[in-house]
Antibody
Framework: QVQLQESGPGLVKPSGTLSLTCVVS?????????WAWVRQSPGKGLEWIGE???????NSNPSLKSRVSMTIDKSKNQFSLNLNSVTAADTAIYYC???????????WGQGTLVTVST | NFILTQPHSVSESPGKTVTISCTRS????????VQWYRQRPGSSPTTVIY?????PSGVPDRFSGSIDSPSNSASLTISGLKTEDEADYYC?????????FGGGTKLTVL
């Protein structure tokens, strides 16, 4: 079955860049599907960050679009997220997920907590 | 853009039926599919309903989804409540530019 695993630094300084990677197993990342990022601030709800297709096409949350970039590495079967100019408001658990058509996210990775602090 | 509004919390007794609503502020609820996710404490969300009313394999038929155009809302109904159903439930939909999650509903089974 498809599994996703996020990785990256757990602590990022304010004004820095948050960088995360999601490794996909059990499926090829070049399948006809999108790969998404979603975050959840502590004790809060879910927020869609964006998604990437195997050809490099991307869609992003309009409120984050200017700070978000995403890439895909077919050779490593993984995709990545960069979020720049971070502030404390970007502190959250970051999840990667497969987007199964019509923006149905399944499955999700276990999530990784990123804290923005000095 | 639009907002999906859910009740902050609901509670019901084991064996009973509960319905969680999700109201779309603008645009037609029927125009884009609605998904429902369950999130237990410390865990990732998992799908209980996709494409308005479809259950993934492994989700019991106690879970059902529906949409109501007149009220522009979607609903998740859980029948025969079990203590293991206690969790946060999120609805989610989209439009041409964005993907939106509801604020989540905490279900307590007491």
């Amino acid at each position: 079955q498809v599994q996703l695993q996020e990785s990256g630094p757990g602590l990022v300084k304010p004004s820095g860049t948050l960088s995360l990677t999601c490794v996909v197993s059990g499926a090829s990342i070049i399948n006809i599907t999108w790969w998404a990022w979603v975050r959840q601030s502590p004790g809060k709800g879910l927020e869609w960050i964006g998604e990437i297709y195997h050809d490099g096409s991307t869609n992003s949350n309009p409120s984050l679009k200017s700070r978000v970039s995403m890439t895909i590495d077919k050779s490593k079967n993984q995709f990545s997220l960069n979020l720049n100019s971070v502030t404390a408001a970007d502190t959250a658990i970051y999840y990667c997920a497969r987007s199964r058509g019509d923006n149905w996210f399944d499955p999700w990775g276990q999530g990784t907590l990123v804290t923005v602090s000095t | 853009n639009f907002i999906l509004t859910q009740p902050h919390s609901v509670s019901e007794s084991p064996g009973k039926t509960v319905t969680i609503s999700c109201t779309r502020s603008s645009g037609s609820i029927a125009g884009n599919y609605v998904q429902w996710y369950r999130q237990r404490p410390g865990s990732s969300p998992t799908t209980v309903i996709y494409e308005d009313d479809q259950r993934p394999s492994g989700v019991p038929d106690r879970f059902s989804g529906s949409i109501d155009s007149p009220s522009n809302s979607a609903s998740l109904t859980i029948s025969g409540l079990k203590t293991e159903d206690e969790a946060d439930y999120y609805c989610q939909s989209y439009d041409d530019n964005d993907v939106i999650f509801g604020g989540g509903t905490k279900l307590t089974v007491l």
